[in-house]
């Protein structure tokens, strides 16, 4: 059993992470020997904000747009059959990214980059960077 994990962020890059899982599934020997577990990470919020807002408010809203943001992937994988988990954390991505998949014994992590940030991150974005630098397991990059 291959288990993956992608982080998912709603963006064009992430859907490609996922397209290109689903593309290599037909590379198994059995297809159905592949465990996903999507994941969308919500930043905290502010504290700013958090003073204005009750404790549920801000769960309420984190799990709306983590929904929002899993959306697409979880329409992708049940078109193509695919059996998934889906996470909703809140935290710093590349932290939560890389302690699930280890609580999780992923094998590995397909995420997409935006490819945006200073010269250092030209190709590769910050988040990607921090999941990259934290893994303990690899981490493919689909662009």
């Known amino acids: 059993m291959k288990k993956v994990l992608l982080p998912i962020d709603g963006s064009e890059c992430s859907r490609h992470a996922v397209q290109h899982v689903l593309a290599r599934r037909a590379n198994y020997r059995n297809p ?65 990214v890389t302690r699930l998949a280890d609580a999780l014994h992923c094998d590995e992590i397909v995420m997409g980059t935006h490819g945006r940030g200073a010269l250092r991150e030209l190709l590769v974005g910050s988040a990607t960077l921090k999941v990259m630098h934290l893994s303990k397991v690899p981490v493919l990059v689909v662009k």
């Open 32 to 96: 159905d020997d592949l465990e996903v577990h999507l994941v969308n990470v919500q930043v905290p919020l502010s504290r700013a904000i958090i003073q204005f807002a009750s404790h549920d408010q801000i769960a309420t809203f984190h799990a709306e747009e983590s929904e929002k943001a899993l959306r697409e992937a979880r329409s992708l994988l049940d078109a193509a059959g695919v059996k998934y988990s889906a996470h909703a954390e809140v935290g710093h991505v590349g932290e939560v």
